[in-house]
């Protein structure tokens, strides 16, 4: 009896588990690397839905027409973008999740006072795994320099003096990792922040500059630093 109740328990266990699984495949909130918060006297300009920033031309006209005090920030568009909501209340926060199709919802918040001119909040955020914001398709990217035919090349500097390349697929849905030997296909997974890249064995995380290799033999992860242009 004992036997058959300590089974009974292991099942319910593992099915509480597979559950758990399920729920984190789902949507999930996306980090804002940095926010922008302010307002603006002349209503006019108030868009009337999510604002979605991803090429230079666009950063470039919202910093222009709503007059943004702080320097216009350098984004790279190939991994990052920007996302703006606004509101005539007093005070407004954004927030963002990303779904297993890969759209972006931003998600503002505000009181239910109304004043005059608006408020708004921008957030840069990661491009990773992003195909749509609000179902809207993003503006297609031209070719950059650093690619290798559809690729964009990075070189890592590692713990303990390695090297490594790294070539991003221009859709960004997976890379080919060189080191110590043939190159090894890695695809995009989801990742609440930065970008991350597994093939069930071996890990690439990258974010900014900075970069974590995890292969599942080793389970230390090793930090890597790339190299600038």
């Avoid at 099942?11 to 729920?23: E, K, R, T």
């Avoid at 930065?194 to 093939?199: L, P, T």
């Amino acid at each position: 009896m004992r036997k058959w109740g300590s089974t009974l328990i292991a099942v319910a266990l593992a099915a509480v588990g597979a559950v758990s699984g399920l729920a984190l495949a789902g949507p999930h909130p996306v980090e804002l690397i940095r926010t922008w918060t302010g307002s603006v006297a002349d209503d006019t300009l108030m868009p009337k839905e999510t604002l979605v920033i991803d090429t230079a031309p666009k950063l470039q006209d919202l910093w222009e027409r709503w007059q943004i005090p702080e320097a216009r920030p350098r984004v790279d568009f190939a991994r990052e973008l920007l996302v703006a909501v606004a509101t005539k209340a007093s005070r407004l926060r954004l927030s963002a999740v990303l779904d297993d199709q890969g759209n972006l919802e931003v998600r503002g918040m505000a009181t239910r006072d109304l004043r005059p001119g608006f408020r708004y909040v921008i957030a840069l955020v990661s491009r990773a795994g992003v195909k749509t914001v609000q179902n809207r398709k993003l503006t297609d990217l031209p070719p950059e320099s650093g690619k290798t035919g559809e690729r964009r090349r990075l070189l890592y500097n590692c713990e303990g003096g390695k090297q490594l390349t790294v070539e991003l697929a221009a859709k960004g849905d997976s890379l080919l990792l060189h080191q110590d030997g043939e190159p090894l296909r890695l695809p995009r997974v989801p990742a609440a922040s930065g970008e991350k890249f597994y093939d069930g064995e071996t890990t690439f995380w990258m974010k900014g500059n900075l970069a974590f290799l995890k292969k599942d033999s080793r389970r230390q992860l090793i930090p890597c630093v790339r190299e600038e242009n």
